[in-house]
């Protein structure tokens, strides 16, 4: 009967609680030690009531989600390979580039006047081996002019120009994507899709309510309605309406009135007096259960120990919290009552451990402490919004300006249309009236292809057909020409050897015994000079900076003007590769439930409203240490023209077990940190430890010494101990 000394006292104000807390803490340490005493409402002494539900075969599943990011797979920073000032770029972002295209320009600094003083050169050369040559006979002239002219071939042969060859590539890319083209068209002549036809129509849809829209809008404007005149002033003050709401949010977010602060006050208390409260049916429910001597000696100490930490931590808090005491304690003092609730709030947090260790919280003292735990949380729920009412957050006032100016934007708009329709000016007219004109061509252009493909004439057909004949020989002959600049055939190089070496017989022949070493000796500065000018020439192809792959242009690093080259690395563009990889990273528990072309769904906010399709392409073979986690890479099954790089998105991984043994959730417990179950045998209580696998709504999988068809406990295992005597509900 001494613990019940604790109702009386712990239900007056919080603020008395302090005076009599010792006295509390000693009754509470003389209160009743009887030993509890065990039995059970079914009529079985020391038995445990259960309720039981059988294991069953079957199939289960789990959605599992993991974060992904949308990432080209080859990615580079282009930087030219001589350094110099940036002089011109030939793309810019979104640009689509095709390997060897240049795409930006060097600055030559010296190599142009290197060049001219090379070509000088070359001429002075010419015109030595000229004088040279303005000596001997016309024949050998003839000859010199043949033997260079087959030098000349042959070396245009062997290193065909990056213009020529640049020129030739472009020629292949353009006929390829026309036959492309071509065959397309034609495949869908032939055998339209139901995709090509709803595209179609849903095409001649879109036009028809395009046009339909413009010809209301141009009907507005030439005779407003009283209707439409009324339904663009309701607009207009619809949008007024927003505005002023967006606008009174902010001004209560930038000052709040006193009636909002008065109100978030009043919040508060009545969350601290219900918490106080509900701290007050705890502490009476845990004073019945030592009254009614329902627990071990160890226990009822713990519980009792318990108590009086609640009791002097629930004082101490009531001191701080009511501004007539603590404006009376000096800052020593008030440091000493935050240490004692420190302290005391450990205890608590310290005999509640030791409880649950041994025990289950008894239900008339966990329902209290529930209900606690929610005053609690909503108390913090007020004080956090006092707190931003009184403090809002900058980020708040910052989207509430926003929709201020979205607002305004909107009303704009409307206010805008009702001026058109009460008084529309010539010019708003006619651009209503292009704009019918625009509509209307694209329906007369949507119609006619869907009557296309819907029923193709025999000469339309026949002139696809044509289209892709001429495609396809235009392809063949540019692919060839690139071919035989990039590799000439044998024929030809030995074609062009065999006129070098009988050129060079023809000017040998003709030269006179002691003209040989003058025209060698003239010969070799022309060759010097020569030389001199193809290196000048290098230099300056290496200041044209070239894709070196398909792809398109994401990111210009370097403005005209800026300093590129490759010491320092200084890159003027990043080029991104147009096929994307979706990765995700998934951890290595997970990691092996996933299969190649395994089928997964992807969502983005980028692209609302759509799903699409993926497939598992790529699986890291190592995990990433920091994170144990495996790079998996994932591509789209079907076209997906929306999706870019950069975009971010969640992947979902649909994982289904079949046949295999389930439990009600509520079966499963944990022994010593493991999950386990009871079963009954002969009327007593049998722990079965078991692994986990996937987990549903209501069913969990487990693995173990579990079959089909046997029963589990899933009531009444928080009271049971291994062989443990039960009655069955």
């Given amino acids: 009967m001494k613990v019940r000394i604790f109702r009386s006292l712990i239900r007056r104000e919080p603020m008395m609680a302090l005076a009599v807390g010792v006295g509390l803490a000693a009754l509470v340490a003389c209160s009743s030690t009887e030993s509890p005493s065990t039995g059970s409402s079914s ?76 070509l000088a050169t070359l001429r002075g050369s010419k015109a030595q081996l000229g004088s040279v040559m303005a000596g001997i006979e016309p024949g050998i002239r003839s000859a010199q002019a043949k033997l260079d002219s087959a030098l000349t071939a042959q070396d245009q042969l062997i290193n065909p120009s990056s213009s020529e060859l640049e020129a030739a590539g472009s020629t292949v890319a353009t006929a390829k994507g026309n036959l ?91 969350a601290q007096i219900k918490l106080n409260s509900a701290q007050v049916k705890v502490n009476d429910a845990i004073s019945d259960a030592l009254a009614s001597a329902s627990f071990t000696a160890s226990l009822e100490q713990a519980w009792e120990s318990l108590l009086s930490a609640r009791v002097n931590e629930q004082a101490n808090v009531a001191i701080l919290l009511n501004p007539s005491l603590s404006s009376s304690l000096s800052q020593d003092e008030l440091s000493d009552v935050e240490a004692s609730i420190a302290r005391y709030r450990d205890s608590i947090s310290t005999q509640l451990s030791a409880i649950l260790a041994s025990s289950v ?29 009184q403090s809002p957050q900058s980020n708040d006032i910052a989207v509430a300006r926003n929709d201020v100016a979205a607002a305004q934007a909107a009303l704009d708009t409307q206010l805008a249309n009702l001026e058109d329709l009460q008084n529309a000016d010539e010019n708003t007219v006619t651009l209503a ?40 020989a235009a392809l063949a002959a540019a692919e060839a020409n690139l071919q035989s600049l990039l590799k000439p055939t044998p024929a030809k190089l030995a074609a062009a050897e065999s006129m070098v070496a009988s050129a060079q017989q023809v000017l040998t022949r003709a030269l006179p015994p002691q003209s040989d070493l003058v025209v060698e000796a003239a010969q070799a500065n ?32 370097l403005d005209v003007g800026g300093w590129a080259g490759p010491f320092p690395a200084s ?12 990765t995700i990273q998934v951890r ?90 009871y079963t009954i045998q002969d009327n007593r209580a049998e722990l079965r430890i078991v692994g986990i696998g996937l987990t549903g709504e209501d069913t969990v999988e487990v693995r173990g010494d579990i079959l089909p068809g046997e029963n589990v406990v899933i009531s009444g295992h928080n009271f049971l101990r291994e062989g443990d005597l039960v009655v069955i509900q």
Avoid: C
Wanted: net charge negative.
């Fill in 43 to 118: 009529g079985t002494p020391g038995a445990v009531t259960v309720g039981l539900a059988p294991a069953v075969n079957g199939s289960i599943s789990t959605r599992t989600s993991y974060a992904a990011v949308v990432e080209a797979r080859n990615q580079v920073d282009v930087l030219p390979t001589s350094s110099g000032r940036t002089e011109a770029l030939t793309v810019d972002v979104g640009s689509m580039v095709n390997v060897g295209q240049v795409v930006a320009r060097i600055s030559h600094g010296t190599l142009d006047a290197q060049l001219d003083q090379a």
């Fill in 180 to 270: 492309d083209r071509a065959v397309i068209k034609l495949e869908q002549l032939n055998n339209p899709s139901a995709s090509d036809l709803q595209t179609a129509e849903s095409a001649l849809a879109t036009t028809q309510s395009n046009l339909n829209s413009a010809n209301t809008r141009l009907k507005q404007l030439l005779d407003p309605s009283v209707s439409d005149l009324q339904t663009a002033q309701g607009k207009v003050a619809t949008a007024q309406s927003t505005l002023d709401s967006k606008t009174t949010n902010l001004d209560q977010l930038l000052n709040p009135t006193a009636a909002a602060l008065a109100a978030a006050q009043e919040s508060v208390s009545d």
């Fill in 361 to 389: 919280i008894q239900e008339e003292v966990n329902s209290p402490m529930l209900a606690e735990n929610s005053e609690q949380t909503a108390l913090e729920t007020a004080q956090e919004e006092l707190k931003e009412l």
């Fill in 433 to 472: 009236r292009n704009e019918v004109a625009k509509a209307s061509a694209a329906v007369e252009s949507a119609q006619s292809r869907l009557a296309e493909l819907r029923n193709p004439t025999t000469s339309t057909i026949a002139l696809a057909e044509s289209t892709v004949e001429a495609n396809q």
């Fill in 526 to 557: 022309l060759d010097k000079a020569q030389a001199q000018i193809d290196l000048v020439r290098y230099k300056l192809e290496e200041l044209e900076v070239r894709a070196p792959f398909d792809g398109i242009i994401t990111r210009k690093l």
């Fill in 571 to 582: 890159p003027i563009f990043t080029l991104a590769s147009t096929e994307l990889d979706i």
């Fill in 588 to 677: 290595e528990t997970e990691v092996n439930s996933l299969q190649l072309g395994q089928a997964v769904q992807f969502t983005s906010p980028a692209l609302p409203g759509q799903t699409l399709e993926l497939q598992v392409d790529r699986i890291a073979p190592m995990g990433e240490g920091n994170s144990f986690s495996f790079r998996v890479m994932l591509v789209p099954t079907g076209p997906a023209p929306d999706l870019r790089p950069g975009m971010s998105g969640d992947v979902a991984v649909i994982t289904q077990h079949d046949n295999t043994v389930l439990v009600p959730k509520e079966a499963l417990l944990r022994q010593a940190g493991r999950p386990a179950v």
